[in-house]
């Protein structure tokens, strides 16, 4: 089962900052906390993971509080492109089966 | 990254029809392989783990007999959909693991009549 909630939707405005939230407060120590993406109809695609600190790719930034109870996916420059279902899942290890929440439905907006 | 393909993309079949869906992993070998289904408007539930030269594992309610999954290479990994039915009609995406990352084939969707 999912260990994770997000919002079901949110919107954005071009150009600025999304900021997905996650709430994953029954993370056990050696859990990761994964981001995917998936665009209508089409697989869904790896933008970042973390276990305790802050981390930062070409995609996004993710921010784990220091708990580890919630985190934050930061889009820095939204654009049409972003809109998607982003998931938030919670894993020991990516060898291991996903379980996929129900995710936050993010719509950039021109 | 890793690339993961499914053949075919799409496909529709009539009702009572056997329908086999491939993953392969491009560029990697996966020892593991993993099956979702994907209903409109929701989330990917995840029905099997496939894992190779052994037989698959499968999520609490996914009928075995009528998935039936094969992993005979460290490259491939078949779902078959046996007397398919149109509640069966969805869209069946697998993974696989590389690296660390575990990276998702674009998804199959399977149209019953």
């Known amino acids: 089962d999912a260990k994770t909630t997000q919002p079901p939707s949110m919107d954005c405005a071009e150009g600025r900052a999304a900021n997905l939230p996650c709430n994953h407060s029954t993370i056990s120590g050696n859990e990761y906390v994964y981001w995917y993406r998936q665009i209508h109809s089409q697989g869904p695609q790896y933008i970042i993971h973390?276990?305790?600190n802050n981390e930062t790719n070409e995609m996004a930034s993710l921010i784990i509080t220091e708990d580890r109870k919630s985190s934050t996916l930061i889009l820095p420059h939204a654009t049409l492109r972003d809109t998607a279902v982003y998931y938030c899942i919670v894993n020991e290890d990516t060898g291991n089966q996903f379980y996929f929440g129900t995710g936050t439905s993010l719509t950039v907006i021109p | 990254g890793a690339v993961v393909s499914q053949h075919p993309s799409r496909v529709i079949c009539k009702s009572g029809t056997s329908v086999k869906i491939e993953c392969r992993s491009l560029d990697f070998q996966a020892t593991t392989m993993f099956w979702y289904r994907q209903f409109p408007k929701q989330s990917l539930m995840l029905m099997a783990t496939?894992?190779?030269?052994?037989?698959?594992?499968?999520e609490q309610g996914v009928e075995k007999d009528k998935f039936l999954i094969n992993h005979a290479s460290l490259t491939l990994s078949t779902l078959t959909v046996t007397s398919a039915h149109p509640e069966d009609s969805s869209f069946y995406i697998c993974?696989?693991?590389?690296?660390?990352?575990?990276?998702f084939g674009p998804g199959t969707r399977l149209t019953v009549l």
């Open positions: 973390g276990l305790k």
């Open positions: 993974s696989a693991r590389s690296r660390g990352e575990q990276f």
């Open positions: 496939s894992n190779e030269g052994s037989k698959a594992t499968y």
